[in-house]
């Protein structure tokens, strides 16, 4: 079974660059995407839900080859005060199954398994953070119903950073762009898109496998879906992830498909405090 996975769509760096000053109405709407993914991060706390995984390669067709595995795990996601910024979470996970059967003590997670400490996404919209993109007004077409778009380009690429651990690894950087979709209500994060600007090389050390093989990105793809989710004691309702669906498209080895279903969602308790009160 091939030992590699890609996270180079999963991050969204976050910095500042002071020369993109929004204008006019698309100001307002960042503005109001600024406060509401605060209000989003503020109540993303002391949070477990069930996340099923369906990894399936591909060919170079983007067909499915061979048999998609299947994983379920206990996900749980809180803020860390270890980081030295605000905003920063831990997300854990516990290997629950594999294909249906119940995963084996201190079973060993694969490359291609999620990873623990996936950043989350919607840190880009933070007022600290947009000044690093370019956003514009996008047509709205082929999003969820009742919903307005803008898109966004980070104006200052990430370097292609690479890990590499054994026959594994990850990547991340190589600039992102893409689009999201909000509710113009009360500017709820509804579904975000994004994607890798441009394709890049894998560096392979000499003696990968015995031979030394050539690994390019040619597309990296995310799409996250949120939905409204009903919690008790106190009562409120918080729009979560509901669903990630990625497809990286690879030279030199299988391309794959990764779809994350997250729901069961409830609260644990820790010491971080919990604002009462709805959105």
Not at 179 to 189: K, Q, S, T
Not at 199 to 214: D, H, K, L, M, S
Request: proline fraction near 6%; charge should be positive.
């Amino acid at each position: 079974m091939r030992q590699l996975v890609l996270l180079a769509c999963a991050t969204i760096l976050c910095g500042v660059d002071a020369r993109t000053q929004p204008s006019g109405d698309i100001a307002l709407i960042l503005s109001a995407l600024a406060t509401r993914t605060q209000h989003y991060y503020d109540r993303f706390i002391s949070i477990i839900c069930t996340e099923t995984v369906q990894t399936q390669n591909l060919t170079p067709t983007l067909a499915p080859v061979g048999q998609a595995r299947t994983t379920v795990y206990e996900l749980s996601v809180a803020a860390d005060s270890s980081e030295k910024f605000e905003n920063e979470f831990r997300v854990e996970r516990t290997l629950q199954s594999v294909n249906g059967r119940p995963a084996r003590k201190n079973q060993r997670a694969e490359c291609t398994d999620p990873k623990t400490g996936t950043p989350e996404p919607l840190g880009f919209l933070l007022s600290s953070n947009q000044r690093r993109y370019r956003f514009t007004i996008a047509d709205a077409g082929g999003g969820p119903a009742g919903t307005r778009a803008i898109d966004f380009t980070e104006t200052a690429p990430a370097r292609v950073r690479v890990r590499w651990e054994g026959s594994c690894f990850e990547a991340d950087g190589g600039g992102h762009q893409g689009r999201v979709w909000f509710d113009p209500a009360n500017y709820d994060i509804v579904q975000v898109e994004v994607r890798l600007s441009k394709p890049f090389q894998i560096p392979v050390t000499e003696g990968f496998f015995g031979i030394r093989p050539a690994i390019r990105v040619e597309r990296s793809e995310t799409t996250l879906r949120y939905s409204r989710v009903t919690f008790h004691q106190p009562d409120e309702e918080v729009m979560l992830p509901t669903s990630i669906e990625t497809l990286h498209v690879l030279r030199g080895i299988p391309s794959m498909r990764i779809n994350q279903a997250l729901g069961n969602y409830r609260r644990f308790l820790t010491k971080s405090e919990l604002r009462p009160g709805g959105l």
